[in-house]
């Protein structure tokens, strides 16, 4: 594949795709921005916000759901196709579809999140354009929602809620989580916080990593596993945790067999991508009291209709992809693209360049 080049002289003119009300401190937005303009005199920022949605963006995540999305996509106003007309690089969570034709000088997409398979729809392979993710920016915000999740579900918390509502003076128990054993499907930056934090407890960490082989290890994680043993591995886990982005590879693995192969009476979490789970099985293991719990921040449909299953499935706890900070993930975000826009307009290799 041919990449689009950095233009060598003129103006380089970038755009912030995303509403700029996101980023909580309007003041430090504009600093940012002053910081971006200050690195190069050639550079032009435009903020002219591009945004789909959620359902939308989860459409064009999915493997079926592209055409559908193209249906839907909002047409371009006059401000955003001229934008788009000029634009070299661009700090994005949507594009729209045939994105190499509607920006005819984008050579850099600098991606908001971890996930950019909704990104990867609007064609930039095929365009030779760049893609940057933003994993670990909010992973810390996201790692400590992920432990409240376990706390509250091994502690009995909402029973002790519920008793408390109900004026009810009756004592409830709760196992030590200290000598468990917890699992982390996926090993990026979330479930590396995760494992950082786990050490406090006195639990033992598993980890499936695509890349791991024979021997290898990784920080705070006391077995590796490739994925190709992922059953292996949720077989002795109390506890499952899963963080992952969506690709081929994840979509639907968390099937009925995967469910049947974890430890009867375990609890698992999802904070990455709803795809990676079959949830008609995830609702059987529930009901079959084969899972104990489950608590899920995403879901295979945002946002989750209301006459979806999930909601009353037994022992499981939702959250509504807000697991994370913005307060903390846009100043992250923007570092992150700070830096990316001097080595874009350097010409170097950009950080968290990935493979579309």
Known sequence: MTLRPVPADGPIVLGVLYPRQWFADQTAFDTSIDAVRALDPRLEVMVVPYDEGQHLRTLRGSSDGAEQARAEAPTLTDEQRAMFGRVHGVLALDLPFDVGHVAP????????????????????????????????????????????????ERKGFPELRARQQQHRWEPVYAPELAGTTVGLIGLGAINAAVAHRLQAFDVHVLASRRSARPGDG?????????????????????????????????????????????????????VGRGTLVDEPALIDALQSGHLRGAALDVASLEPLPPDHPLWDAPNLSLSYHCSSDPVALFPNLHRLWLENVRRFVADEPLLQQVSP
């Open 105 to 152: 000088n984008l050579a850099w997409v600098q991606g908001i999140g971890a996930g950019y398979a909704q990104l990867e729809s609007a064609g930039l392979a095929g365009a030779g354009i760049r893609l940057t993710n933003a994993a670990g920016v909010n992973s810390v915000a996201i790692a400590e929602f992920v432990i409240g999740r376990i706390l509250e």
């Open 218 to 270: 990784a920080p705070d994680v006391d077995e590796l596993f490739p994925s190709a043993e992922l059953h292996d591995m949720l077989a002795r886990c109390d506890t499952v945790i899963a963080a992952v982005p969506e690709t081929p590879d994840t979509v639907g693995l968390m099937d009925a067999t995967a469910f049947a192969a974890m430890t009867p009476g375990s609890f698992f979490v999802n």
